[in-house]
Each structure stands twice: as structure tokens, then as C-alpha cells.
């Protein structure tokens, strides 16, 4: 069974300031997806960022980026230059890719964003 | 609007009685997924359906739930008999799968709903 872990409960950071989250995770496949999901304050979640397991490069969208370590299965994401509407619940996820594929996402259980002004 | 809607978004009901959401998909999507999300929780999956048929579904999803998709578009989650547990947000989300060829090629986005936050007293 695969497993998604985020430590880190709640963070804070000021505006304009860069902050990581971070994401282990646990699974016996080799093909996967990796996802960091937005979910802000009474709104819908959002994809934020998305990395195939099979590509060695870091996949990076605007002001995001991850840091996809596949042996250590860890998985953090970075925002630069934070902005007041990137206060969010994240969820790290992950979703069984080619043969195995299941079209189930799994989530972490998520790690609460503040950005402060 | 081209986005997933749900109806209701809130609903308050007493231990016992059934309730029943609706999830309108993405117009071309085949695919509809339910996810359940408990306070502090990541959402879980709970069932899928490609057009009409149900092809998953989990655990989680006790003898009190069901969940259809008559026509291949909308969908509907009943729970039956409440219970204070199955007090959540009930989310949906749709995505186009384009067949066994996207097996390992492009990456069907599942795109979420508002959801259904229900409460059960």
C-alpha cells in the first residue's frame, strides 16, 4: 500500500519570502505520479504542480518548484517570493502511473499555509 | 460556469436520515471521482466511475453509500441512515481518460468540486 506523509502540521511565513514544504512517501512502484495540491480557505483544490517519477528533472510552475529525491522518496515543494493568496492547505499526493495505474489519488493529510503581510 | 459543481455545498442533517449530493462533471468529461475529506484529513477516495459503469470501489465505502451515474454525466452519492462519523466534505472531480493509451503516456488532471460539507447532528 503506498502512503503519504507531510510533518509538517502548520507553517508561517512573511510575504515575498520562500518557503518549503515538505513530503515523504512510501510505495513499492517504480511508476508514479507525485502532486502538490492547493486547497485555499473554502474553495475548491487546485493541481499546483505535478512530476512523473520516471523524469530526473524537477518540475517547476512559475514561482513553484519540487524537489523530487526518488531514492529518498521525498518530495518537497518550494514557493518563492510568496504572495498573500498562496495561504492554502497543501496536500502532497501520489497516483499509481502506467501498468499498475489506478486513477486513485492518495493524499497526505496536508500542511496549513499562512502567508502573513 | 465550465468548472465541477456540487449541489448542496452545506447540509445539516440528524443521525438516521439519508442524504443525497449531486456532482455535475466537466461537460466532456468520462470520468467522476468521489473523495471523502474528514476534518484534518487529505481526502480519500471512495469510488469511480468511467461513463456509467462503476469501476471502483473502496473499503470505505460501507453498505449505507452508494453512488450512481445513470446517464454517463451527473452523479449522485446517497448515504443512508447517517451516522455522526459520516459528518466530512464530500468531494467530487472529473477528468478526461483517453483510453489504454494514456496508460503511460499524457496525465488525465482530475479537476475537484467545491464539495459537500455534511453534517450530521
Known amino acids: 500500500a503506498q502512503t503519504v506523509t507531510q510533518s509538517q502540521p502548520e507553517m508561517s511565513v512573511q510575504e515575498a519570502e520562500t518557503v518549503t514544504l515538505s513530503c515523504t512517501y512510501d510505495t513499492s512502484e517504480n511508476n508514479y505520479y507525485l502532486f502538490w495540491y492547493k486547497q485555499p480557505p473554502s474553495r475548491q483544490m487546485i493541481l499546483v504542480i505535478r512530476?512523473?517519477?520516471?523524469?530526473?528533472q524537477n518540475a517547476t510552475e512559475n514561482r513553484f518548484s519540487v524537489n523530487f529525491q526518488k531514492a529518498a522518496k521525498s518530495f518537497s515543494l518550494k514557493i518563492s517570493d510568496s504572495q498573500l493568496g498562496d495561504t492554502a492547505m497543501y496536500f502532497c499526493a501520489f497516483m499509481k502511473h502506467g501498468m499498475n495505474r489506478d486513477d486513485k489519488i492518495i493524499f497526505g493529510k496536508g500542511t496549513r499555509l499562512h502567508i502573513l503581510p | 460556469d465550465t468548472g465541477v459543481s456540487q449541489d448542496p455545498r452545506h447540509k445539516i442533517t440528524k443521525r438516521g436520515q439519508n442524504v443525497t449530493f449531486r456532482c455535475d462533471p466537466i461537460s466532456e468529461h468520462n470520468r467522476l471521482y468521489w473523495y471523502r475529506q474528514t476534518l484534518g484529513q487529505g481526502p480519500e477516495f471512495l469510488t469511480y466511475?468511467?461513463?456509467?459503469?462503476?469501476?471502483?470501489k473502496s473499503r470505505l465505502l460501507s453498505d449505507r453509500f452508494s453512488a450512481e451515474r445513470p446517464k454517463g454525466s451527473f452523479s449522485t452519492l446517497e448515504i443512508q441512515r447517517t451516522e455522526q462519523g459520516d459528518s466530512a466534505m464530500y468531494l467530487c472531480?472529473?477528468?478526461?481518460?483517453?483510453?489504454?493509451?494514456?496508460?503511460?503516456?499524457?496525465?488525465?488532471?482530475?479537476?475537484f468540486g467545491p464539495g459537500t460539507r455534511l453534517t450530521v447532528l
Open positions: 512530476q512523473e517519477a520516471y523524469k530526473q
Open positions: 466511475f468511467q461513463n456509467e459503469a462503476q469501476l471502483e
Open positions: 472531480a472529473s477528468s478526461l481518460w483517453g483510453g489504454r493509451e494514456t496508460l503511460f503516456s499524457s496525465y488525465n488532471e482530475q479537476f
